[in-house]
């Protein structure tokens, strides 16, 4: 599969000058549930109403969603409001319903993206239809595993297409339900920069407080999209009550957020960039060498240790330098975050190195 425009075709079939916005509850509930929240989002930037009506629960005995009965519910929300309907799938019954009941663009749930054989499955069920299909990214940090299941799509002549950026399961807890990993979705955009990349800063989150910043950083990443969970009694949802915003929320951030644009015809602006990317290049550069530096330096440790017979992990030392360029970076405005994976990346180079002069003959 190659980048094409095409592959925005459905996108800018909407006409929209702002990103389109699927909104909608976690779980649909109950009938009157779905309708009141589709007419809370009637009259606003939202275009798609959302609602999970088969929830793939991490645990079970949790609420499961309502089944078929909920397509119903959201056909009657879209009789009521003009907004068009999406759903997860997570089999060929699940599309067969959907597509009997009207469901406008069908999404793929992190849990089924990370199999093959359950994307062949849903593709094969959607053979010669026109639907839109969203693809949740995987549980699992896997940029060829998220666009393998696109692929997957597109070969069975399913084009129109998008991708949902919904977080990365760690195994170390962050503030985030799910971290955002943020350079896999900008990896994504430079292979297919037409491919329609919507967030899902629920499912990232979490919790509502984080919502608006993640949507902005989104849009400053020129996301395509947001699918925001949106429900009229948030704390009192069936599931994810933690996560869900009202529609008078929802509504309230779409005019606080700040639409980019990806360019300036502004010469000032151009020249400004330009100078200081130039500084920035030089910067780079410096790094590059630095670098260069430390490893050969890493290097020389290794023949001093191969000399000796000593191991190349050296835990004691490791974690000192860890936790000084924590303070270090702390001091001049670098996160503990990006210090920890900028040194655990460099650790990790200069092991490398040094296995190589250990087994050097
Ligand atoms: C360079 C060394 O070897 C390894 C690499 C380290 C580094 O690159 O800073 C630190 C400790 C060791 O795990 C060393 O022992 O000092």
């Not at 509850?25 to 009157?32: H, L, M, R, V």
């Not at 275009?47 to 397509?71: C, D, H, M, Q, Y």
């Not at 019954?93 to 199999?115: P, Y």
């Not at 440790?301 to 702390?330: A, C, H, P, Y």
Request: with cysteine; charged share 25%.
């Amino acid at each position: 599969m190659e980048n094409k425009k095409e592959l925005r075709n459905w996108l800018d079939e909407f006409n929209l000058d702002h990103p389109l916005v699927i909104a909608g509850p976690c779980s649909a509930e109950t009938e009157e549930q779905v309708v009141k929240i589709a007419k809370q989002l009637k009259d606003s930037d939202v275009s798609v109403l959302r609602a999970g009506i088969w929830k793939p629960r991490t645990r079970p005995g949790n609420f499961e969603g309502v089944g078929a009965l909920g397509l119903k519910w959201m056909k009657t929300a879209k009789e009521e409001t003009g907004l068009l309907t999406t759903t997860e799938v997570a089999n060929p019954n699940h599309v067969e319903l959907a597509l009997e009941n009207d469901v406008d663009i069908l999404w793929i749930g992190a849990r089924t993206t990370v199999s093959p054989f359950i994307i062949q499955e849903i593709a094969d069920a959607l053979k010669g239809t026109n639907k839109t299909v969203l693809v949740k990214n995987p549980v699992n940090p896997d940029l060829s595993l998220w666009l393998g299941a696109v692929e997957r799509l597109y070969t069975a002549d399913i084009k129109n297409l998008g991708v949902i950026h919904r977080g990365f399961s760690a195994y170390e807890k962050t503030k985030y339900r799910n971290n955002p990993e943020w350079q896999i979705p900008i990896d994504l955009q430079n292979r297919f920069p037409d491919l329609p990349l919507i967030l899902d800063p629920s499912h990232i989150a979490g919790r509502r407080d984080i919502i608006f910043d993640l949507c902005q950083t989104a849009l400053d990443l020129n996301y395509d999209g947001l699918m925001v969970e949106t429900h009229h009694d948030p704390d009192n949802a069936w599931s994810d009550a933690a996560q869900q915003i009202t529609p008078a929320t929802l509504i309230q951030f779409m005019k606080d957020l700040k639409i980019r644009k990806e360019i300036s015809e502004s010469v000032d602006f151009q020249n400004k960039l330009n100078n200081l990317r130039a500084q920035i290049d030089v910067a780079d550069n410096h790094l590059i060498d630095l670098l260069a530096k430390r490893m050969r330096i890493s290097d020389e440790i290794g023949k001093v240790k191969k000399d000796q017979n000593v191991s190349v992990l050296q835990t004691k030392r490791w974690n000192e330098i860890l936790g000084n360029m924590v303070l270090e970076g702390e001091q001049v405005g670098l996160s503990e975050e990006f210090i920890l994976r900028l040194f655990k990346a460099v650790h990790q180079e200069s092991i490398n190195h040094q296995e190589k002069v250990m087994k050097a003959k």
